[in-house]
């Protein structure tokens, strides 16, 4: 219950809340904190705030405060990698990474959440990469004083799966490249496939153990994956040989060295002739020639998920659809874009 006091009667009580101030285009926050006691001082500041009134709290037993509300939102919004201070500023709580890793988020989950009255929780795009510290969600009860019934449904909906964020770290992989295609093979033209690959792998603090430029030929291309694959290699990325030529039989030859699951075909541009595949549990990456010439394509959507451990299989490849058409800005600003954020 609130109890409504004058300004002018309030010296002497404590704030039930943070008193936000704002000065446009310099400072939005609390110009008073929570259980600040109010003295003869304060009462111009707050009159220059609006604050002709103050309330005092006397809650009931079904109810809960908005910063005890806000604790208990984040606890059950947190998962696996997410940090949170116990300091409620103005009535939320901020959600932070603990570590560097790709941050995911339970969509479903959010929107269920988000459904029940008077809770928010507004978080960073899924698959999004973070940095140790980053910001990635935040999360308040809305009104001052609520029922707690609602507090306590909106975290169990965020509790059911784990929680609706985590932030997951990227594992070390030793990658075997193998790189298709006769020309590049006979050396009629330079192979430039190689180290575009090498460079999105070793940003993602994995490793390159070998390079093999193979033919079209599916025999050879099969030999080349199961020669890295006895080097111990636990990613293997196959480039060019994708499209529907008959001479590119990079798909036949992942076939021929047993590979399972295959999927051929990402809702993503560029990037829609992209082929995942296992074999006896590590991933084969079959990479169109599209990633030669764009500088983004459907592989750096996919490759971070690939290196959490995520098994990529047609249904996150339909997922890509929603938000998987790249805008080809003429200056491109990856990932501060929409490409690959619908999923």
């Excluded at 003869?40 to 500041?45: A, K």
């Excluded at 109810?63 to 998962?79: F, M, V």
């Excluded at 009860?141 to 019934?149: C, E, G, H, N, Q």
């Excluded at 090498?198 to 994995?206: F, M, P, Q, V, W």
């Amino acid at each position: 219950m609130l109890k409504k006091i004058g300004v002018n009667d309030s010296v002497g009580t404590k704030l039930a809340h943070d008193i936000t101030e704002i000065r446009p285009g310099e400072f939005k926050g609390p110009a008073f904190r929570k259980g600040h006691t109010v003295c003869d001082e304060d009462i111009c500041r707050l009159q220059k705030l609006g604050k002709n009134h103050l309330y005092l709290i006397d809650l009931d037993e079904d109810e809960i405060h908005e910063d005890q509300a806000a604790s208990i939102l984040a606890k059950n919004l947190s998962g696996e990698g997410i940090v949170w201070e116990d300091a409620p500023k103005e009535g939320k709580i901020s959600l932070h990474a603990q570590c560097d890793g790709l941050c995911t988020v339970d969509i479903a989950s959010l929107a269920a959440f988000n459904m029940v009255d008077e809770v928010m929780c507004a978080t960073i795009h899924s698959h999004t990469l973070v940095k140790k510290g980053e910001l990635v969600a935040a999360t308040r009860a809305i009104p001052l004083v609520m029922k707690r019934a609602p507090v306590e449904r909106a975290a169990a909906i965020a509790a059911q799966h784990g929680g609706v964020l985590n932030v997951r770290v990227l594992k070390k992989a030793r990658a075997g490249v193998v790189v298709t295609g006769s020309e590049v093979f006979s050396g009629l033209i330079e192979d430039k496939f190689a180290p575009i690959l090498k460079e999105k792998i070793e940003t993602l603090g994995s490793e390159v153990a070998g390079v093999k430029l193979a033919p079209d030929d599916p025999e050879i291309i099969r030999t080349a994956i199961e020669d890295h694959l006895a080097n111990g290699c636990d990613l293997i990325l196959l480039s060019g040989g994708m499209s529907v030529d008959p001479d590119d039989v990079t798909r036949k030859g992942i076939a021929m060295a047993g590979g399972q699951e295959v999927h051929y075909g990402a809702a993503a541009l560029p990037g829609a002739m992209f082929l995942t595949a296992y074999i006896h549990g590590v991933p084969l990456l079959g990479i169109p020639a599209c990633g030669l010439h764009h500088r983004i394509t459907v592989l750096d959507l996919i490759l971070p998920r690939i290196l959490t451990g995520e098994h990529i299989g047609k249904k996150e490849l339909a997922f890509l659809g929603h938000g998987g058409l790249c805008r080809d800005c003429e200056a491109c600003v990856y990932p501060h874009c929409p490409f690959g954020k619908g999923s």
